[in-house]
């Protein structure tokens, strides 16, 4: 069987064009299947249409979240209740099209354990694509693991990569990233992302930053070793300066017009000040990000609690690492 996870969250517009266009595809694909969408506590009528097209077809299994709790885990829950032997992800909106999952499939069948698109053009504005571009090539320089630049959580997986997938009980989590971090068998296919089909992105600004950190944060101690290193420089370069300045006074030397026995230099003092405090702030802040997200593992708490469903045995709600 195959099983296709869509995240949803308030894409009551499109909803009848992807079910029109993800039945047709999956009809197509030769095999039984199910369509496992997962509603992120949407505040529109998101759930009550997927809800009466799951009553009249038995292939359309929905989970309703009690609230929004980000797509991130909406992937994630339906990825623990999919019950295929492939399954495959994709975005409500329509842009990534389901026309092409065929081929991911046929991938997928080959024997590969991933089959992850590669966006080699994006139908969105400037400034996002440049960002984005950017944001993969340092999350690249930054990360640990070798995370393939311009794919998203558009995918095909097989069962045995899920499992272990769904077997991890972290909640911060940035599933492009842990699907590379699983090792298996990989491959990259190239696509064209398309635009929007409807509607406005569901990504607000401060979803996407979050998205962006749990992404460096999760897969690497860089940014708190840059911070070392930083801290290392700034004081070896301090000790230096120190002996040069009182060489400097000893022997009564002007350099740069600066003189040690004269009391002038308020400006290079507030800026170091200035941007020592500023450092040690940065700093704080990175260190922050990750007792955050320790602070968030332990408390322990659930990534998302399901408050109704159609087409499911399971009661209650169903996580990963458990
Ligand atoms: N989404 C979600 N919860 C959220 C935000 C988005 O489930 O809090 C879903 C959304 O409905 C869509 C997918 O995640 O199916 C991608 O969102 P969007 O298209 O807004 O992101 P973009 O494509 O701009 O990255
Ligand atoms: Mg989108």
């Known amino acids: 069987m195959i099983s296709v996870v869509v995240p949803m969250y308030n894409e009551s517009d499109g909803i009848p064009m992807l079910y029109e266009r993800l039945s047709k595809a999956a009809q197509s694909w030769g095999e039984d299947y199910e369509l496992v969408w997962v509603d992120d506590g949407s505040q529109d009528e998101t759930y009550a249409l997927c809800q009466k097209l799951a009553e009249a077809d038995p292939h359309l299994k929905l989970i309703g979240f009690t609230r929004n709790f980000g797509h991130q885990a909406a992937v994630t829950a339906g990825l623990c209740y999919a019950n295929g032997d492939i399954i495959a992800i994709i975005d409500a909106d329509l842009q990534d099209p389901p026309e092409e999952l065929h081929k991911f499939i046929d991938k997928c069948r080959e024997g590969y354990d991933v089959v992850y698109a590669i966006r080699t053009r994006r139908k969105e504005n400037l400034f996002k694509r440049l960002f984005y571009w950017a944001y993969y090539r340092f999350l690249a320089s930054m990360a640990d693991i070798k995370i393939p630049l311009d794919s998203g959580d558009f995918c095909v997986m097989s069962r045995q990569i899920l499992d272990a997938l769904n077997s991890l009980p972290e909640r911060n989590r940035f599933i492009r990233g842990l699907r590379v971090w699983l090792g298996f068998r990989h491959i990259g296919l190239a696509y064209e992302r398309q635009a929007r089909a409807y509607?406005?992105?569901?990504?607000?600004?401060?979803?996407?930053?979050?998205?962006?950190?749990?992404?460096?944060?999760?897969?690497?101690?860089?940014?708190?070793?840059?911070?070392?290193l930083m801290g290392a420089g700034i004081g070896l370069a301090s000790c230096l300066l120190a002996v040069v300045v009182v060489a400097m006074y000893l022997g009564n030397l002007t350099v740069l017009g600066y003189n040690p026995h004269q009391a002038t230099g308020w400006t290079s003092l507030i800026i170091s000040i200035l941007f020592l405090s500023g450092t040690q702030l940065f700093g704080l802040g990175v260190v922050g990000e990750y007792i955050g997200r320790i602070f968030d593992e332990t408390k322990g708490r659930p990534m998302y609690l399901v408050g109704r469903q159609v087409g499911f045995d399971h009661q209650g709600t169903k996580l990963p690492g458990r």
């Open 199 to 228: 509607g406005e992105p569901k990504y607000t600004l401060a979803k996407l930053v979050n998205l962006g950190l749990d992404g460096i944060i999760n897969f690497s101690y860089r940014p708190m070793r840059l911070l070392t």
